[in-house]
């Protein structure tokens, strides 16, 4: 599914004296089964951005083309509704979002809101899990006797069971361990490439951008500055510093070496000609 963002400007608290433009004239898209990455400085308007993609808020001046579903500034539930279903959202800490008694429940959750019949949901919510190495026998458990990182896991899970075209996660390892960290990125990856989904991550590690992503837009002020292919833009050193972000320790360890003047041979750039 094709998210198309034209000229979008929003404002916080618009027509009063605390008002805020977030976002000004902002037009990008997303093609289906990409892995994108929203990079920025904090304050840059990535969360903004993100909210607008699955119509938690919606546009001042300007449209969020999802598919054939336009969000505009006056667009009703039914739509926003009908847009939630192909777009899911991983918010920051989603655990703590975890409410039900047991693992499994907490995973059909989603999919039984959306409609679907308790069997469905049941299904769904067992085709998740196990893509995630839960064991049958957990999903009984209360999600709350679990690690922080496995709770992370059991919430994303509720997510992915709703089945999205397009999921967006925001900051997803936030505050875990190494090993989880690693799991969660490797999920998403994973799903991206098997159910040939859209991705977009809103993050500051930028080697996990390097690792994982296809593509980068990179916002400051409100505004999209650079978008294009990963390694274009987290090998130039002095658009990242400009930015406050962190160069990928894969690149910083090859420009050091290249002025110590080692020699690296770089892949063709155009692999696509004969
Ligand atoms: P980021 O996610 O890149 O940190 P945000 O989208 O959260 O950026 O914020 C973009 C701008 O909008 C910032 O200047 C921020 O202070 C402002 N902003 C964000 N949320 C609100 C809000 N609820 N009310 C007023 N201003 C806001």
Redesign the pocket.
Known sequence: MKITVDGLTSI??NNTP?E?T?LNNFTTTFEPGKYYAVI??????????IQHLNGLLLPTRGIVQVGDLTLKHRTKQRVIHQVKKHVGMVFQFPEHQLFDETILKDVMFGPLNMGLTEEEAEERAEKYLSLLGVPKRAFGRSPFDLSGGQMRKIAIAGILAMEPEVLIVDEPTAGLDPKSHIEVMQLFKQIQEDFNITIIL?THDMNDVFEYADEVKL?AG?ELIREGRTEDILTDEKLLTDHHLEIPDIVRLVHDLERKGVVFERMPRNTEAF
């Open positions: 916080y608290h605390f805020h977030a920025g400085r904090t304050g840059s308007g990535k969360s903004t951005l809103v916002l409100g």
